[in-house]
């Protein structure tokens, strides 16, 4: 038996005052000096610690905002001096897509490395739209998995991305047909590159130490090498190289076809000319893995599938970092958008021997096990490792401007650390998932839309027998 | 002050009926009268929804205490000063209505109203503010929140399930019922097996909280509620406290994956014992004690190591098929020969099969835990994408339950996000007999639903605790009376939808969808097709359900 995947981690603290969601407002002025202060049984003792934190200021511009939001000082205190208020700026955190718990989840994800664990029932919004449209099954009771999660059996979360041939040919005993290299990597993550709009500090070195301690890959734009490694990482330039994949920029020197060799797979942009470009990196580089990065705009759907009609391997569809179409007024969501090409390729009888990586929106763990039911194999994502960083996605990371998370200034260990629990926390968190699917292999999810339930299907297959047709929003 | 006798036919008695070689409880059973009294919330400072200053123009005249009919100026006998006003009793913008508007009526121009901006920051899209306060005065007073305080209690903000379904009441209520009139019992066990035909007096029981997961007062306030309403509460996987046995009569026995807890004399005392397969909070992942939790009390009874975390490991080692698990039944069949087996389950996409194989198993009842149930401690990650809500898998269930001619053979009772009487009403529309409630007990009893159950020393508030000092806030007489007070308040918002369509039942009710109406459709099914058991149930009420004629919301858009 292999061994298991395990990913080693340890708590990394975050640099700066966490933004929480609850602060207390206390009107010290009315104090009745009662000596009998609410503020002492704070159970998670918070007023004593944002004395503490007042007392040794460091920024003046972030309040302590560390409340449980337990409202137990609050509804005690002899003179109601005291109360609670959501903070404005957890509340200005992210945008409509990148929500504040999102971004206030991925913080602690990236710290602690665990599986976030809370109390009380589930207190969001009945559904909502993208991957939030979804749920995922669960089997009640025969179920392959059984321990699991507890360390019984292995869940494996390996998947494969490259050709797939249908079938293998045999002659006097010995394989005679063609058996492309398939790419092994041991969660179904991949790390992009930046989208357009975040133009950052160079982050690669992080992004490459923690992909080589995780074992995945990250897409580094072509443009950027050798400086994507630090100077100690270009001394290991090979330990690095089997977890890079380049995105060969057309308009950037070639990278030596001595460093390609170590690597295992490559992207290049779709263009009129991308097999031909495909074939012959492949020919210079034989065993190479070779994607397409397409982007998913108005075309982008049908030019993924006429790509792998084509001889197309390995598709890359990425959509905005909202998960949206590109540049379409109506949008449609990168889920969707998965679920047509997963499709058409099974009605053209190709799903199964070519990879779908697919980008853009991929947020959270959950997301990444929704897009795989809906389709991929493989998703990609790069946000959600910069907010790691204790990004606030401001989106005014714009070359000249200084970065309110202080980006430029970050110790290595502190960010290979959080992207490193990131990843931790998402493959725990995919285990969790599958685990109550049943389900013990990550390859088996693709495309397996019986393990998972839409919101629109739902209501039309159950509430529509009893309402009638839904109305038109 | 209001009170009611205790039905005749008490589970306490039931042994007359059973068979002599059965074993049940041995210790004396205690009553706990089902009285509606005050209960005051427990903390200084009760949250209110609009909330008034007394200036230092104030000149203690006491005209405003005159005034206020909710006693919101209150000065303390032997003071001259009056205390600071109690906000949340104070009914708001509707007052100003009225003659006694303390804020126009004050001579002095002293006092002023606001709303609360710390409204904001309590609640959430599920349990919205308004909510929170309805349950919070439900289990004050016993009743329904007064209209004049302009509470939408009865339903959430989540945008979907029960938040968008309304009853599509008749224009003109049928007249002529008395509140009396009206049975809000329902019968748990539908098979012709001999064992006892147990009905509850409301149709719901309390949900499945281990000590451990909460206090030993909460477990026991839900317990003592349970007796006075003549219904269930659950012990949870996290074994049987010797102070519950006074209340074996109306106690549910869990037996989980760990089988925390689980002898034969905990199934033997009990009139139900429920396989818990699954917990809607977290489906397929099995129970998580946190180690912080795990104190000397709690070990002992789990027979556990303290200090270490406590895993249910899902599933359960011994069934791999429906076949396994009419082996477990049988087996609880076999050591307690008068008890009923209920079967928890969540909610998969093919929930309809388990059910129906559940039933076939031999069950009971068959209990959905919907996908947005309540947990002390779940992954967020489970809570938000695992498994289908329970609005969707009630009427999938009681519709494949009625094509397979099952349906009035077996209980089917949901949870998992059931907060209010009108969630209550919506499910049993929908096609449940009856609902498991547990978060809006824990509501009653000053839950904030801050989520932090699980975090260190567990609630802040007491209530899902095994802390020392934290559980000494909360009085068991308290507790029990918040507890009974919200189920009087239920019962009576229940009856009330009842009335207004003339049912004098609520079996009446079950699988009459065509009384729903969905905010997002058109609502143009035509003829409901699934209330082939309200049918057959309603010809065993005393009067049959009157028809609506034309539909008229219970709320807006």
Known sequence: ?473 | MEHFSAPENRLNDMGAVLPANTVRTMVPQVDVCREIAPAPPRYRNEFAKYVIFRSDACVHCGHCAELCPHHVHVRKPGYTLFAMPKSYLCTGKSCEKTGYYCIDQCPQHALRMVENPMIRALGDYRWPADMLLGTWKMAETGEPPAEEYELNYQTGNSGGGFDRLRFRFPEKPPAGLSDDEIDTSIILNRRDDGRPKIAIDVPWYGGGMSFGSVSNITQLSKARAAVAWNTFSCTGEGGYMERMRPYDGHMITQVATGLFGVREETIQRVPIVEFKYAQGAKPGLGGHLLGDKNTPAVAKIREAVVGISLFSPFPFHSVYSIEDHMKHLDWIKHINRRALVSTKVSTPTDVDMVAVGSFSAGTHIIHLDGGYGGTGAAPDIAKKNIAMPIEYAIAKVHKFLVDEGARDKVALIASGGVRTAHDIAKAIALGADGVVVGTAELVALGCVRCSRCSAGRGCPRGIATTDPELVTQMDLEWGTQRIINLYSAWRKDLIGILKRFGMRSVRELVGRSDLLMHLDFNNDAGVNKTDGPAKSQNASAKGKGRKPKKANTEQKP
Request: overall charge neutral; glycine content about 8%.
């Open chain 1, 1 to 473: 038996m292999p061994e298991k995947y395990h990913i080693s981690t340890t708590p990394v603290p975050p640099r700066l005052p966490r933004i929480g969601k609850y602060g207390i407002v206390d009107w010290r002025e009315d104090c009745a000096r009662c000596h009998n202060c609410v503020k002492k049984a704070c159970v998670y003792d918070r007023h004593r610690q944002e004395s503490a934190y007042l007392r040794t200021l460091k920024y003046s511009n972030f309040l302590f905002f560390e409340c449980m939001g337990c409202f137990y000082c609050v509804q005690n205190c002899t003179k109601e001096l005291l109360a609670l208020t959501i903070n404005s700026e957890y509340e200005n955190l992210g945008n409509q897509y990148w929500t504040p718990e999102i971004i206030q989840t991925t913080w602690q994800q990236a710290e602690t490395a665990s599986v976030p664990v809370s109390g009380a029932g589930y207190r969001g919004k009945f559904a909502g739209r993208g991957f939030d449209a979804m749920w995922t099954d669960m089997s009640e009771i025969v179920r392959p998995t059984r321990d699991g999660i507890h360390g019984r059996e292995y869940i494996s979360t390996s998947v494969d991305i490259g050709r797939k041939p249908a079938h293998l040919e045999f002659k006097e005993g010995r394989i005679v047909s063609e058996t492309p290299e398939i790419l092994d990597i041991p969660i179904p993550l991949i790390l992009d590159m930046n989208p357009p709009e975040f133009t950052l500090p160079r982050l690669e070195p992080f992004i490459l130490e923690a992909v080589r301690m995780t074992d995945i890959i990250a897409i580094v734009d072509s443009t950027k090498w050798p400086e994507c490694l630090n100077e100690k990482q270009r001394q290991r330039m090979d330990a690095y190289l089997p977890n890079i994949a380049f995105h060969l920029n057309s308009e950037a020197p070639e990278i030596p076809k001595d460093v390609l060799r170590k690597t295992r797979m490559v992207e290049i942009p779709d263009s009129d000319d991308a097999l031909d470009r495909r074939a012959a990196l492949r020919e210079a580089v034989p065993g190479i893995v070779v994607s397409i990065r397409v982007p998913l705009n108005k075309r982008g759907v049908d030019r993924a599938v006429a790509l792998v009609d084509q001889g197309a391997d390995v598709i890359h569809g990425v959509a905005d970092f909202n998960g949206n179409e590109i540049n379409v007024k109506n949008p449609r969501f990168i889920k969707d958008m998965i679920r047509e090409i997963h499709t058409r390729l099974i009605n053209s009888g190709a799903r199964d021997q070519v990879t779908l990586i697919a980008g853009g929106g991929i947020a959270l763990p959950e997301h990444m096990a929704k897009a795989l039911l809906c389709g991929a194999d493989v998703v990609s994502s790069y946000l959600p490792f910069m907010i790691a960083l204790e990004c606030r996605l401001c989106s005014d990371c714009k070359p000249g401007l200084s970065c309110p998370a202080g980006l430029e200034a970050i110790g290595f260990d502190y960010g290979v650390g959080r992207m490193r629990n990131l990843i931790a926390a998402w493959y725990l968190q995919l285990i969790e998932l599958m685990g109550a699917m049943g389900m013990r292999e990550a390859r088996r999810l693709r495309g397996d839309v019986g393990r998972a339930m839409f919101f629109e299907q739902m209501e039309e297959e159950i509430f529509g027998t009893l309402f009638g047709t839904r109305k038109q929003a």
